[in-house]
């Protein structure tokens, strides 16, 4: 029971307490003056204020009950955690949107990929395969698209780019490139192709520059839509500098 209920009981008890008093004094009043009505009014009085104390305890006794619907329930509120009364939120999907697929396979089994590079398809490492992956939407369809790219094990450059569309459950090969130092991405629905380009005598880890080709999607086959020309500095280290050593500020 709480404080404020305790109160309650108190003063309500102490009221009939003080009501059956006063009817007791008045009862006692009456009989020395030989009143039988006053001694009527006051048993009443007192057994109407005892039957009202009685009910208030009685109101207040179960309200302070764990069980009962009175004033107040002790207790946290109920959380919506699940439970009988409430499902559990469910948890996000760890699905990925992409259909994953086993790319060394794809190559092997690929007419179109040359005896050269799947002859060079092999582990650098245990179950290590020097093939990039990526999925993204190239042709339109449902499906996402595969674009692979082989590399050398050594040095990492890239001979072979394939791009393999899926139809009727089956990847087919829709794009291919076989020449050193290429590679493929995918960039915003447009597939590009960057390729390093070699002047004589330059070494394979500097070329004289790339070109980057960006290929669309038209017609059942990728079209050449943009090319890029870059050439790059040989002031840079491994590059053929001529010339005399630059001087400092303030030197001669």
Known sequence: ???????????????????????????????????????????????????????????LAAGCSTGGTGTRDEGAAPTEQGGPSGAAAPS???????????????????????????????PCGPDAYPVDTSYGNLTGTTAADVVVNVLTCGDAVGVGTYVYRKREQKFENVFALEEPAVYSAIDRGDLVVTKQVYAKGDPIAYPSGEEVITYRWSSDRFTEHYVVRNEYSKAVEGGDISGPAPTGPGED
């Open 92 to 122: 996000p999907s760890a699905s990925s949107p992409f259909e994953r697929v086993d790319a060394v396979e794809l190559l092997k089994n690929d007419p179109k990929v040359s005896d050269r590079v799947k002859k060079d398809l092999r």
């Open 1 to 59: 029971m709480t404080a404020g209920a305790g109160t309650a009981a108190g003063a309500g008890a102490g009221t009939a307490a003080g009501t059956a008093a006063e009817a007791r004094t008045g009862t006692t009043a009456g009989a020395d003056k030989g009143t039988t009505a006053g001694s009527g009014r006051a048993a009443g009085t007192a057994a109407m204020a005892g039957l009202a104390a009685v009910g208030l305890l009685g109101l």
